[in-house]
């Protein structure tokens, strides 16, 4: 896989992620993040850095674009959610328009 078809996600605590780009582009603000015109950071390293996310959160964010990326090619599978990563993954969400 190319470099430019994966996009690093780094967490709070300097945790890397690398995914596909289009696992990313689930997020609406990644994809805006990546796709504005202009010579941001983002678009050009393909990094995007959550200073308010950390890693677990951050994980578990990049397992939920990979199986949104299956749901949506009609793979109906559960995706389970630790009740205590609940709060944080929905403010994390909230964030990241997913």
Not at 8 to 17: T, V, Y
Not at 27 to 38: A, D, E, F, H, K
Not at 77 to 84: G, N
Request: one cysteine or more; a negative charge; charged letters at 25%.
């Amino acid at each position: 896989m190319k470099k430019e078809d994966t996009v690093k996600l780094i967490s709070a605590e300097g945790m890397e992620f690398v995914i596909d780009k289009e696992a990313a582009m689930v997020s609406q603000t990644i994809r805006n993040m990546l796709t504005s015109p202009g010579s941001f950071a983002e678009t050009e390293h393909g990094e995007v850095t959550f200073p308010e996310i950390s890693a677990v959160i951050l994980e578990k964010i990049c397992q939920y674009f990979y199986w949104s990326l299956q749901y949506s090619r009609g793979k109906e599978t559960e995706f389970y959610i630790e009740p205590e990563l609940t709060l944080e993954l929905m403010m994390a969400a909230n964030y990241l328009h997913t």
